[in-house]
C-alpha cells in the first residue's frame, strides 16, 4: 500500500501562491484517483482537487480557477498549485489515493 507525504505549506500573505506536493512511496501511474481535500479548524474536510491517471482533473467551483492539480509519475508526486491565496484558505491539506491518506500540510493565510 502506497504511503504519502505532503509538504509545502507555510505561512503566507493574501494573494501570495503556494505548491503543496504529496510524494508517494510507489509508483503513482497505476494510482487511477488522487485527489487533495483541506479540513479548516471546526470544518469538516472538504475534496478541493482531483486528478485520474487518464488525465482528467475537477475542481469545486469555490476553488476552480486558482487551484491546479498536476501529477509526476517519474516523481511519484502529486502537487497542488494554489494562486491568490485568501485568508478563508486557511486550512490542513491532506493527499488522498486509493484510501490511504497523508498526515497532511498547514497553509496559513495571513497579513
Known amino acids: 500500500q502506497v504511503q504519502l507525504v505532503e509538504s509545502g505549506g507555510g505561512l503566507v500573505q493574501p494573494g501570495g501562491s503556494l505548491r503543496l506536493s504529496c510524494a508517494a512511496s510507489?509508483?503513482?501511474?497505476?494510482?487511477?484517483?488522487m485527489a487533495w481535500y483541506r479540513q479548516a479548524p471546526g470544518k469538516e474536510r472538504e475534496l478541493i482537487a482531483s486528478?485520474?491517471?487518464?488525465?482528467?482533473?475537477n475542481y469545486p467551483d469555490s476553488v476552480k480557477g486558482r487551484f491546479i492539480i498536476s501529477r509526476d509519475n517519474a516523481k511519484n508526486t502529486l502537487y497542488l498549485q494554489i494562486l491568490s491565496l485568501r485568508p478563508e484558505d486557511t486550512a490542513r491539506y491532506f493527499c488522498?489515493?486509493?484510501?490511504?491518506w497523508g498526515q497532511g500540510t498547514q497553509v496559513t493565510v495571513s497579513s
Open positions: 486528478n485520474t491517471n487518464a488525465g482528467t482533473t
Open positions: 488522498y489515493s486509493g484510501g490511504v
Open positions: 510507489g509508483s503513482i501511474s497505476s494510482l487511477f484517483f
